[in-house]
């Protein structure tokens, strides 16, 4: 799984989700605008976008705002833990579950929804203490916690660094 943070010249802007295996791939994308009436080429139902995009691409169409910098901090999860957190996503394209939880978040809401789906169902493997309305706020709280991997997306550079987990 992927947590995406993003940051333009003023604070943090925007939060996401990637969840990857190797059969399949979704992303969820919170009050954000990829896939929106096709914006990025990507189709999306209920703010999940099934099969793409990959880092590179996300980070490309991030940079066409005013994206500065992206974070994704990585964790490695198993098959069961996959399944788990796919299904809850899923589960969310048609309607709100039964939990009360939905992917439907409006524009400005994204990390309070990235927040709530951390805090509610990867609790085992993370602790949230809350719902963050700021995407470097929930970034402060990831980077006290074990992490497999950190990528550091920069505009300017055309890779990618991995940077070393707390």
Request: charged share 20%; aromatic share 14%; proline share 4%.
């Amino acid at each position: 799984m992927q947590v995406l943070i993003c940051y333009d010249s003023v604070s943090s802007s925007h939060a996401a989700i990637r969840l990857i295996s190797p059969a399949t791939m979704l992303f969820w994308d919170p009050g954000g605008l990829l896939g929106h009436e096709g914006n990025g080429g990507f189709v999306r139902v209920n703010s999940i976008i099934e099969g793409r995009p990959t880092l590179d691409e996300y980070w490309a169409w991030r940079q066409s705002f005013t994206e500065l910098a992206m974070q994704v901090f990585e964790y490695d999860l198993s098959q069961a833990e996959h399944v788990a957190l796919f299904d809850v996503l899923d589960s969310c394209r048609t309607k709100m579950r039964e939990d009360g939880f939905t992917t439907n978040w409006m524009g400005g809401q994204c990390c309070v929804g990235t927040s709530q789906f951390l805090r509610r169902y990867f609790h085992g493997r993370l602790t949230v203490s809350h719902e963050y309305f700021w995407p470097h706020s929930l970034a402060c709280e990831l980077w006290t916690q074990p992490v497999n991997r950190v990528y550091d997306y920069r505009r300017g550079h055309e890779k990618c660094r991995v940077l070393s987990p707390p």
